[in-house]
C-alpha cells in the first residue's frame, strides 16, 4: 500500500472511531436526562417504568390533599378521568397549587406505585393546562379546559 494511503486510511479510521466514541458517549449521558411523560391511567396500568425519573401530570383531586403538621409533606391523588396515581412531595408547594387544578409532577415511581415528586409544577392562569395533561385527558375522553369541571372518582 502506497504511504499516502495508507496515512488517508489511518486518517479516515480515526476520525471513524472518534466520531462513534462521541456519539456513545452523549447517548449515554443523555439517558440519564431523558424525562418521559406518563398519564395516570398509564402508571396505573403497570407502563411506567419504577425507580425511573419520568414526569406524571393530571388534575388534584379535590379534598384528597393532605399536608403533615410537623413537615413540609404533602400527598394528594392526580388524576386523567380515567384512574388516579398517589403522589408524595416533600418541599414548599407552587402558589398557584390548588385542588382541581392542573398540575405536571416529577419525580419517580416507587415500588408501591406512589409517586415521589422532586418536583411539582402547577398552572399559570385559570384556562391553560399543560399540554401533556390536555392530551393524556384527551385520551382518556375526559378533556376540559379546566380540570375543574372533570368527574371525579373517590
Known amino acids: ?13 480515526f476520525i471513524v472511531i472518534f466520531a462513534s466514541v462521541a ?3 452523549m ?5 440519564e436526562n431523558i424525562n418521559l411523560f406518563y398519564p395516570p391511567s398509564k402508571i396505573a396500568a403497570g407502563e411506567a417504568p419504577v425507580d425511573t ?10 379534598g384528597k390533599v393532605q399536608r403533615a403538621s410537623d413537615s413540609l409533606d404533602v400527598n394528594f391523588l392526580i388524576t386523567d378521568g380515567a384512574a388516579t396515581v398517589a403522589v408524595h412531595y416533600t418541599g414548599i408547594l407552587p402558589d398557584l397549587f390548588a385542588e382541581g387544578e392542573a398540575v405536571v409532577v416529577n419525580g419517580k415511581l416507587n415500588g408501591d406505585g406512589v409517586f415521589m415528586a ?3 409544577l402547577a398552572k399559570h392562569d385559570e384556562t391553560y393546562t399543560p399540554p401533556e395533561v390536555a392530551e ?6 375526559e ?3 379546566t ?5 371525579y372518582g373517590s
Not at 500500500?1 to 479510521?13: A, E, G
Not at 425519573?53 to 379535590?62: D, H, K, N, Q, W
Open 23 to 25: 456519539v456513545g458517549l
Open 143 to 145: 378533556h376540559q379546559k
Open 147 to 151: 380540570c375543574e369541571g372533570m368527574s
Open 53 to 62: 425519573r419520568i414526569r406524571a401530570g393530571g388534575c388534584v383531586l379535590p
Open 118 to 120: 422532586t418536583e411539582v
Open 27 to 31: 447517548a449515554y449521558a443523555l439517558r
Open 1 to 13: 500500500m502506497h504511504p499516502v494511503r495508507k496515512q488517508r486510511l489511518i486518517m479516515v479510521l
Open 136 to 141: 393524556a385527558m384527551q385520551n382518556a375522553g
